[in-house]
């Protein structure tokens, strides 16, 4: 499917920020496409200072929730920190263990079992915890959908908090209008609720952890120099559970990846060794596709309790094995994945599946913990809301990711009656299904769909086309001065026309880097990467010479006749035995028309 090219415009008058701010028109004009357009604004978000974080006890029931807790520690009551699987929960359980036992609590963990429990709260495992002397539950990343677990949980004679950010469950009335319930804790700590009154809704799970630990410490009257540790935690989790990185998580996302490669943490330093990151630099993408999967590999394919273990680590050797154990791990995962998309995009072009606009694939060899990794890759392949589906332990299970114009979660509360279990978020869901229910839910899905084909095109949105006589090393330190980069915050898409490949060069072991020389209308020369494209490149010779292609891919750099493309680009300084210069990684690149 080919994809559509829009250019970005704003009206506003960028000119006149340039003095106030001291940044230049085009890292203006890439605020501006992403609503930062005033001065204060610009400011907070290039300055990512802690400083400018809102106070915790601005979240409802922030009080109540800690009061709760310090009053447990004084008493010695028996608190039990109820986690979750992935990166966020694994993280939020680690800061809230942390910060509890700094204030001296009797403190322990629960982290359940993907294959076994499932995501969230499980009743049965509230009443074993009780009958192992647990008084309080303090959730994280958990328990904001868990009404009827919480309501057992208090039968059983429990004081329970909630500390989550999932979306608030609702119930439509008679009129259409949405009813919110929230589970009857002792207190629900989520920025989300409609009487929360904190300013910044987006926080993930580890982050509002980080916010409970300083609540906790400024009552319990510590030091919140401790609480510094908890931002680099709360920054991997804000990075892997993809949430927008603006304000308060571009705060401590940006915060943590400085504070990352000078951590105390034996574990995540044992893990950066093992990756062998150890004194590279540390971005968003390290944390998003090499630090997070190990973390997430343990609740996949084992338990997550050993990736807690790793983050508690106090002895080198013991964290050491546990790093190259989450490696392993992640390989063993990375193997699944790439194995079950590649048969399921098969079983999908080979059925009349690939006339859907709502993908729901029932494929019993996908392991479960998988299962939304796997329909993330289809999704993008396909570019339409997809759901995958896999045997589980007593009924199917699986987990959604969507497309901007599909709330996936909204349209599943459409066919609840359909579903055992189901929860998640606009863009993503995990659910419980009986098997004589899936083609039924894939037809109503699909009956109820409004998606037009439009909307299913993909759209490249240019934040600004730059001629490559701009890209200097002095611009390309102001364009990464916006990092950190990803949801919300979007690394920036520049572009250029019409410019002429000198020569070309295939590389690799797998001959798969196409290595550009291109020059543009002014005799501007610049070299360019593009990973996995050579087979595009070679389509677009074909296209060109037609009959002359056999001569020409063997014979390109010398002959006269070349080939003009546009490309869309992200600008980086290469270094290499110890010279330096500017080079383009192409992501996309058509011909010029």
């Not at 004009?29 to 290039?46: A, C, D, P, Q």
């Not at 009743?123 to 002397?133: C, D, M």
Request: glycine share 6%; net charge neutral.
């Amino acid at each position: 499917m080919e994809e559509r090219w829009l250019l970005r415009r704003n009206n506003e008058n960028i000119k006149e920020m340039i003095k106030s701010t001291g940044l230049n028109e085009i890292i203006l004009s890439i605020l501006f496409n992403r609503g930062i357009n005033e001065e204060n604004k610009i400011k907070k978000f290039m300055r990512a200072s802690l400083d400018d974080l809102y106070d915790p006890f601005l979240m409802k029931d922030m009080d109540k929730a800690t009061d709760i807790i310090k009053n447990a520690i004084i008493n010695n009551k028996n608190i039990v920190i109820y986690g979750d699987y992935d990166v966020d929960g694994v993280t939020s359980t680690v800061i809230l263990y942390k910060a509890l036992k700094r204030c001296g609590a009797l403190v322990n963990y629960y982290i359940p079992n993907r294959e076994y429990e499932g995501y969230g709260i499980n009743s049965e495992r509230l009443s074993i915890l009780k009958k192992e002397g647990a008084e309080i539950i303090l959730t994280c990343d958990n328990g904001i959908s868990a009404i009827e677990q919480i309501k057992y949980g208090k039968s059983l004679g429990l004081d329970i908090i909630i500390t989550d950010h999932h979306e608030i469950p609702f119930i439509e009335n008679k009129e259409g209008i949405k009813e919110y319930v929230v589970p009857e804790a002792d207190a629900v700590i989520n920025p989300k609720q409609e009487d929360c009154k904190y300013p910044f809704k987006l926080l993930c799970g580890a982050s509002i952890a980080y916010k409970f630990s300083i609540a906790l410490f400024s009552k319990m009257g510590i030091s919140l120099e401790y609480t510094k540790e908890f931002i680099i935690l709360a920054g991997i989790a804000t990075i892997c559970d993809v949430v927008d990185l603006v304000d308060e998580n571009r705060i401590i996302a940006k915060n943590a990846l400085k504070l990352i490669q000078s951590s105390n943490n034996i574990g995540l330093n044992a893990l950066i060794e093992v990756l062998n990151l150890k004194d590279k630099k540390i971005s968003a993408s390290t944390i998003g596709f090499q630090i997070g999967p190990c973390i997430n590999a343990t609740g996949r394919l084992e338990s997550a309790e050993l990736s807690v273990e790793l983050l508690l680590c106090k002895d080198k050797q013991k964290a050491q094995n546990l790093a190259i154990k989450l490696s392993e791990l992640n390989k063993t995962r990375q193997y699944m994945t790439t194995k079950n998309v590649e048969d399921i995009i098969k079983k999908i072009e080979n059925s009349d599946l690939k006339n859907d606009k709502v993908l729901v694939v029932y494929e019993e060899s996908v392991h479960e913990s998988i299962a939304g990794i796997v329909a993330g890759k289809v999704k993008e392949k396909f570019n339409v809301p997809t759901i995958i589906l896999t045997k589980g332990r007593e009924i199917p299970k699986g987990s959604g990711r969507s497309i901007e114009k599909y709330n996936l979660f909204e349209e599943l509360l459409k066919c609840k009656e359909l579903l055992d279990k189901f929860g998640g978020h606009p863009m993503a869901a995990g659910l419980s299904i009986k098997r004589e229910n899936i083609e039924i839910l894939r037809e109503k899905l699909n009956k109820n769909c409004t998606l037009k084909d439009e909307d299913i095109i993909p759209k490249i949105r240019i934040d600004r086309r730059i001629p490559i006589k701009y890209i200097t090393k002095n611009f390309i330190e102001e364009l990464n001065s916006l990092e950190p980069f990803g949801k919300g915050n979007e690394t920036p898409i520049l572009a250029e026309k019409n410019l002429i490949v000198n020569k070309f060069y295939i590389l690799g072991k797998e001959a798969n880097v196409l290595k550009l020389n291109l020059t543009d209308l002014n005799k501007y020369n610049v070299e360019a990467i593009s990973y996995g494209k050579v087979d595009k490149f070679k389509e677009l010779l074909k296209i060109k010479y037609k009959d002359n292609y056999d001569y020409v891919i063997n014979n390109y750099n010398y002959i006269d006749e070349k080939i003009s493309i546009d490309i869309i680009f992200y600008p980086y300084i290469n270094s290499y035995n110890g010279f330096e210069n500017v080079q383009l990684k192409v992501s996309k690149f058509r011909l010029s028309s």
